[in-house]
């Protein structure tokens, strides 16, 4: 009896541990990406302060994170392993996201190798093989993305030269491939107000360790106890039945 005590205790015990498990590692509607450090929900009471840049939105169930330079852009995956964090433009238009991204006050680079690429901005058309960047160009002006190295034609003039991870290319150049960032391991694991959560987070998962162990500990010897009461009960019977063929 004492024991089923104690292990009743123990169950609400790590059931609870279970819970900060919860609360700690958490997601923004049914299939957002899991957000936890050091990334964390605005205005979500965790366990760290806030990290500069990691803090994400949680609006209607969809997961953004907000660049000063551009704007929200939509988090679609992050990967902790590779520190890999996949972002979708809700506009659609990747291109104008790394034309106006500026990542110099972030903890994040672009995840892809980068290649100087000028936007032009041209009133006319330009011969096969340059392909216009839909998102970006209209009937009376039409943008490409092109090698710094070539001269500026006459109808056209540079917008800006970036450092980007690709040209546009019809085929390249959607949402699914191209935002992808990664972050500063350097930036996060080396102030020292982060350490404690780095040891708090392995605690959580520590104790989420024995609350598996104790569930099935529970179950275990639940089974040993209800088969073995089982077993009794069969011996009684054998006895009575004994008894009554004696008599
Ligand atoms: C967010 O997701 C929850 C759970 O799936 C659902 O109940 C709720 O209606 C959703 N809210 C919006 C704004 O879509
Ligand atoms: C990015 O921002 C930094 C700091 O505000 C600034 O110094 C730099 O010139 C910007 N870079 C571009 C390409 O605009
Ligand atoms: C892009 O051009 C700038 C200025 O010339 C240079 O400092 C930078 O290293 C170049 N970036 C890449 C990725 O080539
Ligand atoms: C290109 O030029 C047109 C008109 O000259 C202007 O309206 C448009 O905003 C420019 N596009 C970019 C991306 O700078
Ligand atoms: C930890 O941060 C405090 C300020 O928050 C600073 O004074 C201290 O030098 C830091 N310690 C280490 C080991 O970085």
């Given amino acids: 009896m004492d024991a089923f005590i104690f292990l009743f205790l123990f169950s ?3 059931f609870q541990s279970c819970i900060i498990k919860v609360t700690y590692a958490t997601k923004c509607g ?12 605005k205005g979500q009471q965790q366990h760290h302060e806030a990290l500069h840049g990691f803090e994400v ?20 995956s992050i990967s902790y392993e590779t520190k890999n964090i996949h972002l979708l433009d809700p506009k659609n238009c990747p291109h104008r996201v790394f034309l106006n991204l500026n990542l110099s006050l972030t903890p994040f680079h672009y995840f892809h190798v980068l290649k100087n690429y000028t936007y032009l901005n ?3 058309t330009l011969p096969h093989p340059f392909v216009e960047v839909p998102c970006l160009s209209a009937s009376t002006h039409h943008v490409y993305t092109v090698d710094p190295a070539l001269p500026v034609p006459g109808s056209c003039e540079g917008i800006k030269t970036v450092a980007i991870p690709f040209a546009y290319s019809p085929y390249l ?4 491939l191209g935002l992808r960032l990664t972050w500063d391991s350097q930036d996060t694991e080396t102030r020292n107000n982060t350490r404690g959560s780095h040891t708090w987070r392995n605690i959580v998962i520590g104790t989420s360790m024995i609350c598996v162990f104790v569930m099935a500990m529970l179950i275990i010897s639940i089974s040993i106890k209800v088969g073995g009461a ?4 069969h011996q ?12």
């Fill in 12 to 14: 609400v015990f790590t």
């Fill in 30 to 41: 049914d299939t957002g990406p899991e957000i936890h450090y050091p990334y964390q929900i």
């Fill in 57 to 76: 939105l949680c609006k209607d169930n969809i997961t953004t994170i907000h660049f000063p330079s551009y704007g929200d852009l939509v988090v679609n």
């Fill in 122 to 124: 041209c009133s006319t």
């Fill in 173 to 176: 150049s959607d949402n699914r």
């Fill in 230 to 233: 089982t077993r009794n009960r």
């Fill in 236 to 247: 009684k019977e054998g006895q009575l039945l004994k008894s009554f063929t004696d008599f």
